[in-house]
């Protein structure tokens, strides 16, 4: 019989304890594909923030340093001079990047560091509570915004691929959601094209990924899920921002 679908080899074999219908399990097997993929995982080293992204060394057979709150861009950069010949990639959400770690994804992206970002985007801060993030969607209730996110006082959600797209140092940016097979067959290539910039030395890349938290968003798997689709992606559009071919 002939085996079709596999634990990949950059990740450990151990039980998930992420919440139900929480998608970083999903994200985590798409971004060890793309490093079995370029045969980089003995040379890998991951960085992981604040949040639900600091379970990176549970998960990944690879050497994992942990990072303060938002800083990981800055501790990647350090891995990445200190060590040139290392894979390096960040691994992040967004109220940790786009957030507190504002000031540290821009000079990295900008200074064309060559790493790797996954943002995991959902729309609100995870693990310590469900606060209002800078991606929120207006009219979205968190527990620092019981009315829902107002425009007028906080602003709109910020669009981080957009963002990256527009630094000069940033020779990949792309949006990818996992909500669907569709999606998740989407992402895995954009994951895997991402990764493929750092391999080939061609400079800094980021990838964001639209996902659910069923736990802060007081929704059922499957309702969390549905609301990607039908509020976050007609505000956050899937697809490539930049593409650099040289």
């Keep these: 019989m002939q085996q079709v679908f596999k634990r990949p080899q950059s990740l450990k074999d151990v039980q998930t304890h992420f919440c139900p219908g929480c998608h ?29 992204s600091v379970f990176l060394y549970g998960y990944f057979d690879i050497d994992v340093v942990e990072a303060p709150h938002g800083r990981a861009p800055a501790v990647a950069t350090g891995v990445k001079r200190a060590r040139p010949d290392s894979f390096v990639f960040t691994y992040q959400g967004d109220g940790d990047l786009a957030a507190i770690g504002t000031a540290e994804i821009i000079h ?12 995991v985007n959902n729309t609100t801060y995870g693990m310590t509570g469900g606060q209002m993030a800078p991606t929120t969607l207006v009219g ?13 006082k906080d602003g709109s959600p910020i669009r981080m691929a957009e963002l990256m ?13 996992v909500d669907s097979p569709k999606h998740v067959l989407e992402a895995k290539k954009v994951i895997r094209e ?22 802060n968003w007081g929704m059922n798997p499957l309702k969390a899920n549905a609301r ?9 559009p899937l697809g490539v921002f930049k593409k650099e071919e040289a």
Excluded: W
């Design 24 to 52: 970083h399990g999903t994200i985590h097997r798409l971004v060890a594909d793309a490093m079995d993929l370029y045969g980089v995982q003995d040379r890998t080293i991951g960085v992981a923030s604040v949040g639900c």
């Design 108 to 119: 990295a992206a900008n200074r064309g560091e060559d790493i790797t970002v996954v943002f």
């Design 140 to 152: 979205q209730k968190t527990s620092t915004s019981p009315y829902g996110r107002d425009k007028s």
């Design 165 to 177: 797209a527009q630094l000069g140092g940033v020779a990949y940016s792309a949006r990818v959601a």
């Design 194 to 215: 991402a990764f493929g910039y750092q391999a080939q030395g061609k400079g800094f890349s980021f990838v964001e990924v639209l996902s659910a938290c069923p736990t």
């Design 228 to 236: 990607i689709g039908e509020e976050m992606i007609p505000y956050f």
